[in-house]
Every structure is written in structure tokens, then in C-alpha cells.
């Protein structure tokens, strides 16, 4: 069964540093998503994207973070100066029709950011 | 603004007892599309169930089944014969049926399975 691959399953970053997750979304997939989930908390969207741009973005989605596509198959996660609360579990997404079938989501396993 | 609920944070029953999650949400939208996600220990996100709200039959997938009453705005879920593997936690939630519209959680109940 094709699956949604994320790297790292786990990155451990100083407070202030760059980092950069990393999801290989099911290719024949058309929407791209990012949700996260601090600890003990329930999923929070962060942004999707479609046809290389974003589609949408939640308050927590600010200047700090960027998604692009570099190469048609890869889809990253940025987070340009990383804080304490940035500390999450981070999921990927894809879908292939986005919501219009309510097919729902692949995810998958996750990137676990510790930021120190 | 839609809203889900789960309002049992945390449950347990015996092996091979049935158990049932409760759920509700908040939407004007007269169609939309409800789920079940598993999470077990390992954090990845699991499909357990879809549910079209303009369908009345509820839908099943073998042990799981939801009881969706579309006025009342529920939405439980119903494990049957329940397995140490079930063990995990599941979160209800809500989308609509937009293009690249996004999937709204309720906070998740834990479902702990005992032997």
C-alpha cells in the first residue's frame, strides 16, 4: 500500500536554529498538507498546498515557516528560527482529489521536533 | 467555524468487550465528511472509518461502525470485540467537501484495551 514517508522520524535542534522536515507525499497525489501535534494535544492544520503554492494557511503558519516542492517530490517543511513551543510531533499529508471526495488523508509517521 | 468534540478523554474495557467513543460537532454545512483517525503508541495516523453526511447508512469496516445522526450532530464510534491492538488514541474529525479544505480534530479519547 503506498505510503506518505517522512524524515526525520526524529531531529533534536537548538532554540534559534533552522530546520527542515522533510515528506515524500504518495505520487499521484495532487494536495500536500502539514498538520502538528504537541504533546497531549489534538492535531492542529498548519498549511496546504496545491499546484506548487499555498492553498491555506492557519495562524499558526506564520513568517517563521515555508513549504515549497523543490523537485516534484519532495514536500518540506521549513521553520526558520525554531522556539521552544515549536516542539511537536509533525505530520505530512497528501491527498489525491483534496477534500472534494472526502476521501481523507494519508498521513504519515511523523517527525518528532525537539527544540533545547 | 466548525467545531469537533470528543468528550471522554480517556476510557478502558476488557478484551473483547465492545466500546463506544463519543463524538459531536458544530457545522452549518449541510454536506461534509466525518472520520475516525487511530493513533496508536508508534504517533502515526490511521483511517479507521469515513462517513458521507449525505448518506443515512452508516458506515462499517469490519469491528468498527459509527452510529452518525446528522441532526443531532453525532458521530460515535463502536469497536466490537475489541483487541489489545486497539489500544491507541482516536480522534474524530470533520471536513468539508472543498478542494483542499482541511480536517478539523476533536482533542482524542484514550482507548486503553485490557488483557
Known amino acids: 500500500e503506498p505510503e506518505v514517508t517522512q524524515t526525520p522520524s526524529h531531529q533534536v535542534t537548538q532554540m534559534g536554529q533552522e530546520v527542515i522536515l522533510r515528506c515524500v507525499p504518495i505520487?499521484?497525489?495532487?494536495?500536500f498538507y502539514w498538520y502538528r501535534q504537541i504533546l497531549g494535544q489534538k492535531v492542529e492544520f498548519l498549511v496546504s498546498?496545491?499546484?506548487?503554492?499555498?492553498s491555506e494557511k492557519s495562524e499558526i503558519f506564520d513568517d517563521q515557516f515555508s513549504v515549497e516542492r523543490p523537485d516534484g517530490s519532495n514536500f518540506t517543511l521549513k521553520i526558520r528560527s525554531t522556539k521552544l513551543e515549536d516542539s511537536a510531533m509533525y505530520f505530512c499529508?497528501?491527498?489525491?482529489?483534496?477534500?472534494?471526495w472526502g476521501v481523507g488523508y494519508t498521513f504519515g509517521s511523523g517527525t518528532r521536533l525537539t527544540v533545547v | 467555524a466548525q467545531t469537533v468534540t470528543q468528550s471522554q478523554p480517556e476510557m478502558s474495557v476488557q478484551e473483547a468487550e465492545t466500546v463506544t467513543l463519543s463524538c459531536t460537532y458544530d457545522?452549518?454545512?449541510?454536506?461534509?465528511?466525518l472520520f475516525w483517525y487511530k493513533q496508536p503508541p508508534s504517533r502515526q495516523m490511521i483511517l479507521v472509518i469515513r462517513?458521507?453526511?449525505?448518506?443515512?447508512q452508516n458506515a462499517t469496516e469490519n469491528r468498527f461502525s459509527v452510529n452518525f445522526q446528522k441532526a443531532a450532530k453525532s458521530f460515535s464510534l463502536k469497536i466490537s470485540d475489541s483487541q489489545l491492538g486497539d489500544t491507541a488514541m482516536y480522534f474524530c474529525?470533520?471536513?468539508?467537501?472543498?478542494?483542499?479544505?482541511?480536517?478539523?480534530f476533536g482533542k482524542g479519547t484514550r482507548l486503553h484495551i485490557l488483557p
Open positions: 499529508a497528501s491527498s489525491p482529489q483534496g477534500a472534494l
Open positions: 505520487s499521484n497525489h495532487l494536495y
Open positions: 498546498f496545491y499546484n506548487n503554492e499555498i
Open positions: 457545522t452549518s454545512e449541510n454536506n461534509y465528511y
Open positions: 462517513q458521507e453526511a449525505y448518506k443515512q
Open positions: 474529525a470533520f471536513m468539508k467537501p472543498n478542494r483542499d479544505d482541511k480536517i478539523i
